[in-house]
């Protein structure tokens, strides 16, 4: 497969960004399988173009984005490319707030996360009660995993709402506040659903990923459907979100839950290589163009220092891909300029050659391209916008 994306955008200049249609069928197809029949709000933050995002959202299994910060989810709504939008991070956004309490139209397709009260009073601040429109309002319940009795955390740092009486105390404080509408709760079991459970490389601690999420995933399905059972007392809720990419088959066995999130899955960055329940085919790709051959067994390409969030860690690089061989020197890695390419395939590569590259996540080679060819076989067969394109960055 990989030699056609060279065919397929042979008539562009590298850098580039492309997609490999086939790949993205195939693992838009499986997700839904995967969930089960339960629906997928796709997550907007790992594609960050619309139009990927309104070709997926056409497709059976999927409803609903869940988005990244508050001015996207504004943008998605106010475009119409959906009317159920969730906002998947509190927001301090005053414009942003101000403009969705101004707009019955935009109040009633985008929903806010909360997980304290002070997030409350700043929408009450920018926006007084009298005369707004009612917002809508979900809940973070955090999913993280606290053994030895809380003194450890396994997990993201998200919400402070972690037992099933903090969750409740403050949907008894939205139930009763005006302005406000508790419509939606979230979990995100990040242990899991965000951690490779068999690393490349790395048996023994993959077993100890596996062990920990086992135990891990006891503790909080108990405790999410506690929760979501006392919270549904005191409000009707539309929809109970938890999982990722990495964690659907588990996350839809929790009867609790209505909708599962997904979208790296989707692209398949090299993140996702090391996962026992599922296996994506990679799907997103960036060419950088060899300038440099400083000696044998190596070559030097324009760029590529495109690195992932995250713990900085090898596992945030990006990795060469075609031609096969190819590896990162340890010394400079992937750097602003210029990035060193060690291996015996450097020598049969020209000036003005293309790398081909697969990055750490899926959403954020977005930000360093305004386009992505999509490439079906050694066809190209259309050329998208990023929200880069679209002169939209949003974090």
């Known amino acids: 497969m ?19 249609i086939d790949a993205w069928e195939v693992n838009a197809a499986d997700l839904v399988r995967r969930a089960a029949g339960k629906p997928i709000r796709v997550a907007s933050k790992s594609l960050r173009s619309r139009s ?29 490319l959906s009317r159920d939008v969730v906002v998947g991070y509190p927001s301090a956004d005053r414009r942003g707030l101000s403009r969705l309490a101004g707009d019955e139209e935009l109040a009633e397709a985008v929903t806010l996360m909360v997980d304290d009260v002070a997030q409350l009073d700043l929408v009450d601040a920018v926006a007084p009660t009298d005369g707004r429109a009612e917002v809508r309002v979900c809940l973070e319940l955090d999913l993280s995993w606290r053994p030895a009795g809380g003194r450890v955390r396994v997990g993201a740092k998200r919400s402070p709402l972690h037992s099933v009486d903090d969750i409740v105390r403050l949907a008894q404080v939205v139930d009763s506040r005006p302005g406000f509408r508790l419509v939606g709760l979230l979990g995100y079991e990040s242990q899991i659903a965000g951690v490779q459970d068999a690393p490349p490389g790395h048996a023994w601690r993959g077993r100890l990923i596996r062990s920990m999420q086992r135990r891990s995933w006891s503790e909080l399905t108990e405790r999410r459907i506690a929760a979501v059972e006392a919270v549904r007392k005191v409000a009707d809720l539309e929809f109970v979100n938890g999982g990722g990419s990495g964690s659907i088959e588990r996350t839809v066995s929790d009867l609790s839950i209505t909708e599962v999130t997904a979208g790296s899955g989707l692209l398949a960055p090299r993140l996702f290589d090391g996962y026992t329940s599922f296996s994506p085919r990679p799907a997103a790709f960036f060419a950088v163009p060899v300038v440099r051959r400083p000696g044998p067994g190596i070559v030097t390409v324009a760029g590529g220092g495109y690195i992932a969030s995250g713990a900085a860690g090898e596992d945030r690089l990006p990795v060469p891909w075609l031609p096969e061989g190819l590896t990162l020197d340890r010394s400079e890695g992937a750097g602003e300029a210029q990035t060193p390419l060690l291996g015996s395939p450097a020598d049969d590569l020209a000036i003005g050659d293309r790398v081909w590259f697969r990055h750490g996540k899926a959403g954020e080679l977005s930000e360093r391209f305004d386009s992505y060819y999509l490439v079906r076989g050694e066809r190209l067969v259309d050329t998208v916008a990023t929200y880069r394109g679209d002169g939209k960055t949003f974090l």
């Open 2 to 20: 990989r030699h056609r994306l060279n065919t397929a955008t042979a008539g562009f200049e590298a850098p580039l960004a492309a997609i490999d």
């Open 52 to 80: 990927l995002l309104r070709d997926v959202l056409a497709r059976d299994g999927y409803d609903g984005v869940l988005a990244l910060t508050l001015a996207e989810a504004l943008w998605l709504a106010g475009t119409e």
